[in-house]
C-alpha cells in the first residue's frame, strides 16, 4: 500500500532541517578540534655583566612551524635587554638563548641567530634578534615552550640573562612524537639554528604553516566547510529527486 504522497511545504521543512544538521556537523568539529596556544608572556631578566648586575623586562613571543616530524621554533623580543658601557658595533654582538620544554616532554632547545645588523650605541637596551632552532618531540600530548636562559656575547664578554618570575609558556603544541608516544630523555631536546638560514633547513622545501591559533582555525574552518558542503550537495540531490517525482 502506498502512503500518502509528501506536500511541498513539509518537504521544504525537511530540507531545511537537513541543511541545519550540516551546519551543527561543521560547528561541532571546529568546536572539538584542539589549537595550539601562543601568549607573548613578559620575562624578567636578572642579567650577570662584566660590569656589574642588570635587569629588564621583555615581552617573549615563540612561535611554532612544522617541519616534517619536527619544529622549528622563534623566539622573538619585543623590547631589548641588558647594555653595554660602549658603543657595540655591526656585528659585535651574537645573542643565543634556551627553550625550556615541559608538559608532555622535558628538556631544552637551543635557540640562536645572527650577530647585530646595526651598531647599538652605549648605554642602550640590547634589542635581541629573532633566534631559531629544531625541536623534535620524544612524546606525544600537550608540550609547553618557555623562555629560559638568554646569553650574549660581545666584545669578547659574555653577558647571562636569567629569568627571575618563572614566567609561564609562550607556546603551547599538541605534537606526536615519531613512531608514537617514546620515551622522554632529559637534556637538549632540539638542535640550534640561526635565522637567516634555518629556513633552508625545511624538508618540505617551502613556507610552511604556523602551527598557532590563526592556522588551527583556517585548518578547521576548512574542514567545517567540507562538511556544509556535503550537506548542501545532499539537499539539492533531493530537490531534484522530487522535483523529477513530481513530473
Not at 650574549?152 to 603544541?173: R, V
Not at 637534556?187 to 635565522?195: A, C, D, I, L, Q
Request: aromatic letters at 4%.
Amino acid at each position: 500500500m502506498r502512503g500518502r504522497p509528501v506536500s511541498y511545504r513539509t518537504y521544504q521543512k525537511r530540507t531545511a532541517a537537513l541543511a541545519f544538521a550540516a551546519a551543527l556537523a561543521g560547528s561541532a568539529v571546529l568546536m572539538a578540534a584542539p589549537a595550539a596556544q601562543a601568549d607573548v608572556v613578559d620575562v624578567n631578566y636578572q642579567c650577570k655583566t662584566p660590569i656589574g648586575d642588570k635587569s629588564a623586562v621583555s615581552p617573549i613571543d615563540i612561535k611554532g612551524v612544522k617541519s616534517g616530524s619536527s619544529y622549528k621554533l622563534t623566539m622573538s623580543w619585543q623590547k631589548g635587554v641588558s647594555s653595554s658601557p660602549v658603543e657595540l658595533g655591526k656585528g659585535a654582538m651574537t645573542p643565543s638563548a634556551v627553550i625550556k620544554v615541559g608538559g608532555a616532554d622535558s628538556g631544552t632547545v637551543a635557540v640562536s641567530g645572527a650577530a647585530n645588523a646595526a651598531a647599538i650605541p652605549a648605554n642602550t637596551p640590547i634589542k635581541i634578534n629573532d633566534l631559531s632552532g629544531t625541536y623534535t618531540p620524544k612524546k606525544s600530548g600537550k608540550v609547553t615552550f618557555t623562555a629560559g636562559v638568554l646569553t650574549i656575547k660581545a666584545l669578547g664578554t659574555t653577558t647571562t640573562c636569567s629569568p627571575s618570575n618563572s614566567p609561564g609558556p609562550s607556546l603551547t603544541l599538541d605534537v606526536t612524537a615519531a613512531g608514537g608516544s617514546g620515551s622522554s630523555t632529559s637534556g637538549s631536546s632540539g638542535s640550534s639554528g640561526s635565522s637567516g638560514s634555518s629556513g633552508s633547513q625545511s624538508g618540505s622545501g617551502g613556507s610552511l604553516p604556523q602551527t598557532g591559533p590563526e592556522d588551527s582555525v583556517v585548518a578547521l574552518g576548512t574542514l567545517g566547510g567540507t562538511v556544509l558542503l556535503a550537506g548542501a550537495a545532499g539537499v539539492l540531490w533531493l530537490t531534484r529527486r522530487h522535483q523529477a517525482v513530481r513530473r
